[in-house]
């Protein structure tokens, strides 16, 4: 690691990063409650920290949707996603995700699948060690989705997905397949069908992937055993509502 340089502005940058990423997985760990007020003399004096870089962090936090701020109250956490969120959150994903996977499996140019795989190694050799992988099945998952958007060369769909910060809400949830073994099986079927250049199978494994992680992460609701798969098309359904 290259020393740090000692000036105001360095020391400034590394405090507010460090801020952010210990706010960040407390939140996400539930330590910080959702709905919990944020008293921000408190959380300087716990971290050690000026009230200078816990503002910025709070500003960035509240541009993540897991803070909100409210005048004369301040800031503080935002609820956690209720189980109509959580499906019009998916449904959007089963619009934009499988239509990505296909147009990266459609251009040999821009084919992710080199990236994917060393995204996948990655964390594969995280899980030999063990220990807490919610954070790291985090990064892992918010990387392997975003090089697709990426790949797929839209950036406007690549923005408005990014915009959810779907993996932030939902990871926040429940440790859904905490060993992620699941979900590497399914970003490896996703990855081969995109390096092997077939947009059937990239569409129909990233829409499976999906699906099942909403299964997963529904589980988290009480009744969430007799909830109505996702379809397809989202919210337009098939038939008429009279
Ligand atoms: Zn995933």
């Given at each position: 690691m290259p020393p740090r340089q000692p000036s105001d502005s360095s020391k400034g940058k590394a405090g507010v990063s460090d801020v952010y990423a210990s706010?960040?997985?407390?939140?996400?760990r539930g330590e910080i409650a959702p709905g919990t007020r944020i008293n921000i003399d408190a959380v300087s004096r716990e971290l050690g920290v000026s009230q200078t870089p816990v503002r910025e962090v709070l500003q960035r936090?509240?541009?993540?949707?897991?803070?909100?701020?409210?005048?004369?109250?301040?800031?503080s956490t935002?609820?956690?996603?209720d189980l109509p969120a959580l499906r019009a959150l998916f449904e959007f994903r089963l619009l934009v995700e499988p239509w990505?996977?296909?147009?990266?499996?459609?251009?040999?140019?821009?084919?992710?699948?080199?990236?994917?795989?060393?995204?996948?190694s990655a964390f594969r050799a995280i899980m030999e060690v063990g220990g807490e992988l919610r954070q790291d099945l985090v990064a892992h998952d918010t990387r392997f989705h975003d090089s697709i958007?990426?790949?797929a060369g839209n950036p406007v769909v690549r923005h408005?997905?990014?915009?959810?910060?779907?993996?932030l809400h939902t990871f926040r949830l429940y440790p859904a397949d905490i060993d992620g073994a699941i979900t590497v099986a399914e970003h490896s079927a996703v990855r081969d069908a995109i390096s092997a250049c077939l947009p059937d199978q990239a569409e129909q494994a990233m829409a499976?992937?999906?699906r099942n992680s909403f299964y997963r992460f529904s589980q988290a609701f009480e009744g969430a055993e007799d909830l109505p798969p996702l379809e397809d098309s989202g919210p337009p359904r098939r038939h008429i509502v009279d």
């Amino acid at each position: 690691m290259p020393p740090r340089q000692p000036s105001d502005s360095s020391k400034g940058k590394a405090g507010v990063s460090d801020v952010y990423a210990s706010m960040r997985a407390s939140i996400l760990r539930g330590e910080i409650a959702p709905g919990t007020r944020i008293n921000i003399d408190a959380v300087s004096r716990e971290l050690g920290v000026s009230q200078t870089p816990v503002r910025e962090v709070l500003q960035r936090l509240e541009g993540d949707n897991l803070v909100v701020y409210s005048p004369g109250r301040g800031y503080s956490t935002t609820p956690l996603l209720d189980l109509p969120a959580l499906r019009a959150l998916f449904e959007f994903r089963l619009l934009v995700e499988p239509w990505a996977a296909r147009s990266a499996a459609v251009d040999r140019l821009a084919n992710p699948a080199a990236a994917l795989e060393k995204e996948l190694s990655a964390f594969r050799a995280i899980m030999e060690v063990g220990g807490e992988l919610r954070q790291d099945l985090v990064a892992h998952d918010t990387r392997f989705h975003d090089s697709i958007l990426a790949a797929a060369g839209n950036p406007v769909v690549r923005h408005a997905f990014a915009q959810t910060h779907c993996h932030l809400h939902t990871f926040r949830l429940y440790p859904a397949d905490i060993d992620g073994a699941i979900t590497v099986a399914e970003h490896s079927a996703v990855r081969d069908a995109i390096s092997a250049c077939l947009p059937d199978q990239a569409e129909q494994a990233m829409a499976e992937h999906i699906r099942n992680s909403f299964y997963r992460f529904s589980q988290a609701f009480e009744g969430a055993e007799d909830l109505p798969p996702l379809e397809d098309s989202g919210p337009p359904r098939r038939h008429i509502v009279d």
